[in-house]
Nanobody, 117 residues
Framework: QVQLVESGGGLVQPGGSLRLSCAASGSLFSIYAMNWYRQLPGKQREWVAQRTSGESTIYANSVKGRFTISGDNAKNTVYLQMNSLKPEDTAVYYC???????????WGQGTQVTVSS
């Protein structure tokens, strides 16, 4: 079973930046779309961004223009660069593969992002 490991979260002030990483134990990124999701406190998990196997990207409206998804197929790693962070971005961030609504793998432990002054 391929595993996903998210990292890079932390505490940041509003307006700050963080870069999240998602490492896979197998070669997935050249085959499947990769997605970032987040789960805000007390809310359902929501989709944030997608990078297709062809390296096209799409974003949720709430993060468009502030977040950038990218990947390194050779390292089996996908990144989420988050700029101009807002308190409402506070959440646990997860990655997964496949379509937005049908992720293929079990969820990892996620990485906590807290935006607060």
């Amino acid at each position: 079973q391929v595993q996903l490991v998210e990292s890079g979260g932390g505490l940041v002030q509003p307006g700050g930046s963080l870069r999240l990483s998602c490492a896979a134990s197998g070669s997935l990124f050249s085959i499947y779309a990769m997605n970032w999701y987040r789960q805000l406190p007390g809310k359902q998990r929501e989709w944030v961004a997608q990078r297709t196997s062809g390296e096209s990207t799409i974003y949720a409206n709430s993060v468009k223009g502030r977040f950038t998804i990218s990947g390194d197929n050779a390292k089996n790693t996908v990144y989420l660069q988050m700029n101009s962070l807002k308190p409402e971005d506070t959440a646990v961030y997860y990655c997964n593969v496949g379509s937005v609504t049908r992720p293929l793998l079990s969820w990892g432990q996620g990485t906590q992002v807290t935006v607060s002054s």
